[in-house]
Structures are given as C-alpha cells and as structure tokens.
Nanobody, 117 residues
Framework: VQLVESGGGLVQAGGSLRLSCAAS????????MGWYRQAPGKAREEVAT???????NYADSVKGRFTISRDNAKNTVYLQMNSLKPEDTAVYYC????????????WGQGTQVTVSS
C-alpha cells in the first residue's frame, strides 16, 4: 500500500486549497477512502470519507466548506477545502475507510495545511 498526499500549503483564512492523494497497491475502485487530519498535540481525526460508490460523508466541523471526490481512473482521492479557518491547520492524511475506521495500518507522509488568521 502506498498513499501519497500533496497539495498542502500556507493560506490565509478564507482561502482555498485542493489536496490530492494518489493510491497504489490497493483495489482502489472497491475501497472507501477518507481524509484525516492531525493538529499539533491532538489526536488524528476523520475529516471526510467517500464510499466506493461515491457517497460522501463529512465531519460537522467541515460540512459546507470541504468537498471530497474521487477519480477511479487515476486511483486518486481529492479534498477541496474552501473558507479555510485557522483551526483547519493540521497535517492531512488519506487512507482507506471502512465505516469511519482507517483501513490500512500504513500511513503516507501527509501534507501540511497551515491557515493564518
């Protein structure tokens, strides 16, 4: 399993970023996928998930601001983040998802998102 996240950066509050996660070594088309984040001193938390059929689910803190999508032809899952807030600052990771639980034990390096106020 290889998960490679990209697209993070430094952005002002109210700005947008689009994260990408390229997956390999997994049957991507039949696997639910998710985005997770971990802020300094906090536990990793689920941000958004998408089923193999394309149905999304979001944490309350990001509903209406973030959009998860997937491209099965590219084995890639995306996270469009709009109206970013300083509290969105974290390292963002992707993983497979099974009912809200990360599917794979190995995580990628993540991508840092920093939102300045």
């Amino acid at each position: 399993v290889q998960l490679v996240e990209s697209g993070g950066g430094l952005v002002q509050a109210g700005g947008s970023l689009r994260l990408s996660c390229a997956a390999s070594g997994i049957p991507f088309r039949i696997v639910g996928m998710g985005w997770y984040r971990q802020a300094p001193g906090k536990a990793r938390e689920e941000v958004a998930t998408i089923t193999s059929g394309g149905r999304p689910n979001y944490a309350d803190s990001v509903k209406g601001r973030f959009t998860i999508s997937r491209d099965n032809a590219k084995n890639t899952v995306y996270l469009q983040m709009n109206s970013l807030k300083p509290e969105d600052t974290a390292v963002y990771y992707c993983n497979g998802d099974r009912g809200g639980t990360p599917l794979f034990p190995d995580w990628g390096q993540g991508t840092q998102v920093t939102v300045s106020s």
